[in-house]
């Protein structure tokens, strides 16, 4: 059974960067991850995935300032958030599917597994 429990959240000033930690547990290598964030009304909204394509996907609304990880040595995934703006506050939870090969706007339903999310807060 696949755990993930995030970390790192906190509150930045526009413009400032985080990081966050999602730390897994037995995912198998080349497994689908991804990082979600909550829209206004509370929709998911998958940012960025990685899997056994080695090429990363990312939402256009985040692409060229986050970047996704992941540290084959520990398990952790990894979201480094930089130039952040007020519109990136949100509770993110990273995600992993039982999959090997994910598209980031697949069925929700396709992602099986979900941690308990880190809030991000951007002031002005």
């Known amino acids: 059974q696949v755990h993930l429990a995030e970390s790192g959240g906190g509150s930045v000033q526009a413009g400032g960067s985080l990081r966050i930690s999602c730390s897994a547990v037995?995912?198998?290598?080349?497994?689908?991850m991804a990082w979600f964030r909550q829209s206004p009304t509370n929709r998911r909204v998958p940012l960025a995935s990685v899997d056994s394509d080695p090429l990363p996907r990312y939402d256009d609304s985040v692409a060229g300032r986050f970047t996704i990880t992941h540290d084959d040595t520990t398990g952790t995934l990894y979201l480094q958030m930089n130039n952040l703006k007020p519109d990136d506050t949100s509770t993110y939870t990273c995600?992993?599917?039982?999959?090997?090969?994910?598209?980031?706007?697949?069925?929700?339903?396709?992602?099986?597994?979900w941690g308990q999310g880190t809030q991000v807060t951007v002031s002005s």
């Open positions: 037995n995912i198998e290598k080349g497994q689908c």
């Open positions: 995600a992993a599917s039982d999959r090997h090969y994910c598209a980031l706007r697949m069925d929700i339903d396709d992602w099986h597994y």
